[in-house]
Nanobody, 124 residues
Framework: QVQLVESGGGSVQAGGSLTLSCAANAYTYINNCMGWFRQAPGKEREGVASIYTGNGTAYYDDSMKGRFTISQNNAERTITLQMNNLKPEDTAVYYC??????????????????WGQGTQVTVS
């Protein structure tokens, strides 16, 4: 059973930084695709970054590359999203998601099958 719990959201001024964390159970974390997605008010959900936890290969949406960094911690079974130089347009609910269909690749596809509850990020 997929279990994902996000934490670390909050409010920050433009130019600031936030780190989001997603804790997973072993079934969800080990050798799996995990990623971060976001949905702003009135907009469709979009992929931010993802990682294959089997070897740490990371993928980014082109518009996020350079400001956002995804990483993993195998001991804690968590993935994190370090967000720097935040902009008001980064305001959104950020979701952690996972998918075991490795044959589809681990890019931040919107059809990931397991989702967390989301955490709000507000940039003013």
């Amino acid at each position: 059973q997929v279990q994902l719990v996000e934490s670390g959201g909050g409010s920050v001024q433009a130019g600031g930084s936030l780190t989001l964390s997603c804790a997973a159970n072993a079934y969800t974390y080990i050798n799996n695709c995990m990623g971060w997605f976001r949905q702003a008010p009135g907009k469709e959900r979009e992929g931010v970054a993802s990682i294959y936890t089997g070897n740490g290969t990371a993928y980014y949406d082109d518009s996020m590359k350079g400001r956002f960094t995804i990483s993993q911690n195998n001991a804690e079974r968590t993935i994190t999203l370090q967000m720097n130089n935040l902009k008001p347009e980064d305001t959104a609910v950020y979701y952690c998601a996972a998918d075991r269909r490795l044959y589809l690749g681990c890019r931040p596809r919107l059809d990931y099958t397991g989702w967390g509850q989301g955490t709000q990020v507000t940039v003013s």
